[in-house]
């Protein structure tokens, strides 16, 4: 997934729990980064390893599939990536470190960091990363009930001012508070990518293309604003 000037890294997106191939050629026509495929079976928008494999085929080389898993047993994991070889495992459960570097056998993974609703209860993003160094990149989830954020939005200002890691910032994010994120959240770590499910559907499961569209101009907007905003400060007296 490119970027682009090193001070000033364009935000990548990515399109989560996608099911249909026209929700897939959608993505890829508004020219997302990645889009993830939920293989656990807990999930409204579960799919199986052969579908993801089906709809991966329809990405474009520059689009990245992600398989999202949840405490996947060593023989799910291996089903999966011999399904869909060239894709981003994205653990997403309670899988330890450990385990994590080996499910993935050498390959790129991205870990889930389920941050918690409630502001009196702990979470040091610091010391996850620390303990994830080989990690592609930290996604920041709303810690809810189940598996996965349920749309809820986490408070980004909880978040350590700096984080030695790539992030993918999760949890409800809309074409309305997308550019926010962004905004409070790109400073504070090496490079930034925004993950949305519920927020470009009409249904589970179901991508409206429209809310897709909204989406990635938002992100792009924010982009802009970012670098004029850093143009403005260089060209400062």
Known sequence: MSTGSPSQPRT???ICGL?????????????????????????ARHVTPARAAALARRLPPYATPVLLLVN?????VQAAVAAVPHAVL???????PRQCVEQAGGRPWMRAARVPLDAAVPFDLVDFAASHPLAQALLLDAHVDGYGGAGK???????????????????GLTAANVADGIVQVRPRC???????SSGVESAK?????????QFVAAVRAADVLLASSAHALLSAP
């Open 19 to 43: 099911t249909r191939e026209q929700d897939v050629d959608c993505a890829a026509e508004a020219g997302v980064d990645a889009v993830g495929f939920v293989l656990w079976p807990g999930s």
């Open 72 to 76: 996947a047993t060593p023989d799910e």
């Open 12 to 14: 990548r997106i990515k």
């Open 153 to 171: 939005v986490f408070d980004w200002s909880r978040l350590p001012p700096s984080v030695n890691a790539h992030l993918v910032l999760s949890g």
């Open 90 to 96: 994205q653990f997403h459960g309670d899988e330890t």
């Open 205 to 213: 499961g179901v991508k409206d293309p429209a809310k897709i569209h």
């Open 190 to 196: 090496k490079s930034l990518a925004v993950d949305v």
